[in-house]
């Protein structure tokens, strides 16, 4: 049975910073494709990042040099860091994993085969 299990939401001011963790069961996930995703009230979801097998890593426009993607395949756990967070970083983040491709073909939610709760993330 896999589970991906998101932490580290919470509330915080503008310019705090955040670490998202995304705990994975069931699953190795180190040769397979993982990602963030968000969607906020009123807006549409979108990619925050993702991180291939091989280390290929792909950020949202907003996300470039504030948001940094890591995993430790030892402990099936992906992260992501946020750092100088803004009020329209508020949104539920989620945890997503591709299960069926090595290398991210697409930064599309659907196109993953699973994903977490999420958690949420509101900056003030």
């Known amino acids: 049975h896999v589970q991906l299990v998101e932490s580290g939401g919470g509330s915080v001011e503008a310019g705090g910073a955040l670490r998202l963790s995304c705990e994975v069961s069931g699953y190795r996930f180190d040769s397979y494709c993982m990602g963030w995703f968000r969607q906020g009230p009123g807006r549409e979801r979108e990619g925050v990042a993702q991180i291939g097998s091989d280390g290929t890593i792909t950020y949202g426009d907003f996300a470039k040099g504030r948001f940094r993607i890591s995993k430790d395949n030892a402990k099936n756990t992906l992260y992501l860091e946020m750092n100088s967070l803004k009020p329209e970083d508020t949104a539920m983040y989620y945890c997503?994993?591709?299960?069926?491709?090595?290398?991210?073909?697409?930064?599309?939610?659907?196109?993953?085969?699973?994903r977490g709760q999420g958690t949420q993330v509101t900056v003030s």
């Open positions: 997503a994993a591709d299960f069926t491709h090595a290398i991210c073909n697409s930064f599309e939610l659907a196109t993953y085969n699973y």
